[in-house]
């Protein structure tokens, strides 16, 4: 199986920027789906970013042009870069990954998942 960390969660202000990362312990990215997802308190999971090997990728309307997916194969690492942070950004962010190719901010659709990293954006 597929061990994920995240790291990079923090407190911050609102307009700060933060960058997630989620090391992957096995295998390559190349062979994966990877995305990020988020839940805050009460909420539901809800996908935020999802990138293939082939640089596809897909972002949730409430983080367009602020947040930026990336990814280093040669680490095994999954980045994101957020920037312009509000309060409604406060949430615990999973990186997750599915050995089966599809870009998607489906939760459901992934297999492998990290312990997640809260962040934590105030007024």
């Known amino acids: 199986d597929v061990q994920l960390v995240e790291s990079g969660g923090g407190s911050v202000q609102a307009g700060a920027s933060l960058r997630l990362s989620c090391v992957a312990s096995?295998?390559?990215?190349?062979?994966?789906?990877m995305g990020w997802f988020r839940q805050a308190p009460g909420k539901e999971r809800e996908g935020v970013a999802a990138i293939l090997s082939d640089g596809s990728n897909m972002y949730a309307d409430s983080v367009k042009g602020r947040f930026t997916v990336s990814a280093d194969n040669a680490k095994k690492t999954l980045y994101l870069q957020m920037n312009n942070l509000t309060p409604e950004d406060t949430a615990i962010y999973y990186c997750?990954?599915?050995?089966?190719?599809?870009?998607?901010?489906?939760?459901?659709?992934?297999?492998?998942w990290g312990q997640g990293t809260q962040v934590t954006v105030s007024s």
């Open positions: 997750a990954s599915d050995d089966v190719v599809v870009c998607t901010l489906t939760a459901s659709w992934y297999k492998y």
């Open positions: 096995s295998g390559s990215l190349n062979d994966y789906s």
